[in-house]
């Protein structure tokens, strides 16, 4: 049976050890403290736009799509130009109530909805109600020269922003050239 002197001694060392390995997480917090109350405040090193190309949004510049009138459907471009030899990306926004008329492009489309929700379609036939809702955060690979459309549905609060990319050159082919390429909801 042990003794209560032993018992004593496991204890006392139990409790070292512990108070040692509270040190040890405390030391490092406590020595940061005097430079956090008493130094400068760090700076990030700049950015050298030779190695990392930046843009903050009141930065990026939204133009209307192909002339299109105002809060219908809007670009920006971010990365190269969809018609010249490249890749290109940029930013699409659709305002509630808009829909491309069916098209396609020559190459794959790369695409994911920043926010909002984005209305998608494959095919031919313009059918609004076939199209299924893509929320933020959504990935969409629109495959060459397939007929597809989109948009965002009148009822939607907000627009869709949805970040585009792909190698061009490319040419927008609307389906029925006969009927407008802007579909009002």
Known sequence: ???ASE????DA?????SANRRDLLIAPLLAAIPGALLGDRADASPIDPNMTFTKLPDQITW????NRPPNTVE????WGKSSEPGLYYYL?????????????YETDR??????????????????PNDTVPMPAGSFIRRVARTPHYDGVKKDD?????????????????????????????
């Not at 018992?7 to 496991?10: A, I, M, V």
């Not at 133009?63 to 192909?66: S, V």
């Open 110 to 127: 790369l695409c994911v909805v920043v926010s909002g929700t984005w209305w998608v379609a494959s095919g031919e036939d313009f059918e």
């Open 92 to 104: 699409v926004k659709w305002y509630p109530g808009f829909m491309s008329a069916p098209h396609w």
């Open 1 to 3: 049976m042990p003794q």
């Open 157 to 185: 609060r907000e627009p869709a922003v949805i970040a585009i990319c792909g190698i061009g050159p490319i040419t927008y082919h609307v389906v029925d050239p006969s009927k407008p390429d802007l579909r009002v909801l």
């Open 75 to 78: 670009q920006a471009l971010l």
């Open 13 to 17: 060392m139990f409790n070292m050890l």
């Open 63 to 66: 133009e209307a799509a192909r």
């Open 7 to 10: 018992s004593n001694e496991e």
